[in-house]
C-alpha cells in the first residue's frame, strides 16, 4: 500500500477511535525520514479532531525529592542514585502552595503534586490531602493530580475525597520489559495503582518512558496496555540518561524517532491527552514544534529532577506554531516580537542590523 493509503487508514481508524493492528502500530515506528511528515500530518488529523489547536499546559511540584527505597533504574531519585539531584523529605504546605501558585500564574490548568517513593503511608495521605483541599479552595477550576506511587484503594478515596481530580501513576514500558528497568515492584504492581485510582473515581494518568533499550515490540505493547486502561491522560516520556544511574549510557533517540513514537501512541490513544514529558528538550530538540501537532498537552518549564525549557520559549514555541493555550483568554505573547531585534555594533558609529 502507498504511504498515504496506509497512513489514511490509519487515521481513519483513529477517527473512529478503533485500534490500529499491531503490525500498523509497529509500521508508524520502522517507517523512513521521507514519510515522517506525512505520519505527523496523519496524527495531527486526529489530534485536531479530538483537540483542536489547544495546548494544556501542566505544572509539576516535586513535593518530596530523592531517597526512594525503590531501584527504577531510569530514576535519579532511585535507591544509591549518584545523579546528584536535590534530596529533601516533604516541602511544608506554603511552599507547595506557592509553587503551584507560580505555574497558575504562568498558565497552567492542571498542577501535579509529585513525591518520590514506592508509595504513601496513610500519613503522607492525610498531609498531601491538605495541601490539595486548601489548594482547590483558592482554585477551583485548576485540576490537581497526585503522584504518589502505589496506592490503596483507601488511599485512592482519601484522595479523591481531599479535592484530587486525578492521579499519575506511569506503566512505563511493556510488562516483557519490566524487569530490565525494575526489580523492586512490577508491572502488574502499576496496573494495579492505575485501576484504583480510576475505581475512586480519579482521572487516570499514565504513560510511558521511551529510549530505555526497549524494542518497537515493547513500545507499542506499552501503548496497548495503556489503551485497555483507558487513561484520560499520557504523557511520554523521552529517558534522560542520567549520570549515575544503570541507564547512564542509553543514548538511542532522536528527534525524528521521538515523533514517530509520539504518533503511535496518538493512533493507538487517539482521544487521551498525549503529553510531551521529561527530556523532550534533550531529544526533540528543535523539532518540538512538530511534536505539538501531535501531542496536546506539555509540561510548563522544568520536570522533577531537570531543568526544562523557560516557560516563556514554551510560550513562544506553542505561539509560533499556531496552537493556543488552553483556557487563555487571549493569545499569550504578541504575534511579532520587534524587542527581539538586536542591532550589532561593527565599530565605532557603525550600526547594522543583526541579519546583515
Ligand atoms: S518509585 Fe518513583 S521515585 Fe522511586 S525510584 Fe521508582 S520512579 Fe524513582
Same mark, same amino acid.
Given at each position: ?177 519490566? =524487569?530490565?528497568?525494575? &526489580?523492586?515492584?512490577?508491572? $502488574?504492581? !502499576?496496573? *494495579?495503582?492505575?485501576?484504583? %485510582?480510576? +475505581? ?100 510548563? =518549564?522544568?520536570?522533577? &529532577?531537570?531543568?526544562?525549557? $523557560?516557560? !516563556?520559549? *514554551?510560550?513562544?514555541?506553542? %505561539?509560533? +506554531? ?35
Amino acid at each position: 500500500m502507498a504511504t498515504m493509503e496506509w497512513l489514511d487508514v490509519l487515521a481513519a481508524k483513529a477517527l473512529d477511535r478503533e485500534l490500529p493492528t499491531r503490525d500498523e502500530a509497529l509500521a508508524v515506528l520502522a517507517g523512513s525520514d521521507d514519510d515522517l511528515l506525512d505520519v505527523v500530518a496523519a496524527a495531527f488529523r486526529v489530534r485536531q479532531r479530538y483537540f483542536g489547536r489547544r495546548v494544556k499546559l501542566n505544572f509539576l511540584v516535586n513535593v518530596k525529592s530523592g531517597m526512594c527505597p525503590e531501584d527504577c533504574f531510569y530514576c535519579s531519585q532511585r535507591l544509591g542514585s549518584g545523579a546528584g539531584v536535590l534530596k529533601y523529605a516533604w516541602l511544608r504546605p506554603e511552599e507547595v502552595l506557592a509553587s503551584a501558585e507560580a505555574g497558575v500564574t504562568a498558565g497552567a490548568k492542571r498542577v501535579c503534586l509529585v513525591a518520590s517513593g514506592r508509595g504513601p503511608a496513610d500519613r503522607d495521605i492525610t498531609r498531601v490531602s491538605e495541601m490539595i483541599t486548601t489548594f482547590k479552595d483558592q482554585h477551583p477550576d485548576v485540576e490537581v493530580c497526585a503522584c504518589l506511587g502505589l496506592l490503596t484503594q483507601d488511599q485512592a478515596e482519601r484522595l479523591r475525597g481531599a479535592g484530587a481530580d486525578a492521579y499519575n501513576h506511569n506503566l512505563n514500558t511493556a510488562e516483557a520489559h519490566y =524487569g530490565e528497568i525494575c &526489580t523492586t515492584h512490577t508491572f $502488574a504492581d !502499576r496496573v *494495579d495503582t492505575v485501576r484504583q %485510582a480510576a +475505581a475512586a473515581g480519579l482521572s487516570a494518568c499514565s504513560g510511558l518512558i521511551a529510549g530505555m533499550g526497549e524494542s518497537d515490540t515493547d513500545l507499542v505493547d506499552a501503548a496497548f496496555a495503556l489503551r485497555d486502561l483507558n487513561p484520560d491522560s499520557v504523557p511520554v516520556n523521552f529517558l534522560i540518561p542520567f549520570d549515575g544511574t544503570p541507564l547512564a549510557g542509553e543514548w538511542n533517540l532522536t528527534p525524528r524517532r521521538c515523533l514517530r513514537i509520539l504518533a503511535m501512541v496518538r493512533f493507538v490513544n487517539p482521544d487521551a491527552e498525549v503529553r510531551l514529558a521529561g527530556g523532550r528538550e534533550v531529544h526533540l530538540r528543535s523539532l518540538q514544534p512538530l511534536a505539538l501537532h501531535i501531542a496536546n498537552s506539555i509540561f510548563l =518549564g522544568d520536570y522533577l &529532577t531537570s531543568e526544562g525549557q $523557560a516557560g !516563556r520559549q *514554551d510560550l513562544e514555541m506553542i %505561539a509560533d +506554531a499556531g496552537f493556543t493555550v488552553e483556557g487563555a483568554a487571549e493569545p499569550t505573547l504578541p504575534e511579532h516580537r520587534r524587542d527581539l531585534v538586536k542591532v550589532r555594533r561593527r565599530g565605532p558609529g557603525t550600526h547594522l542590523p543583526a541579519n546583515t
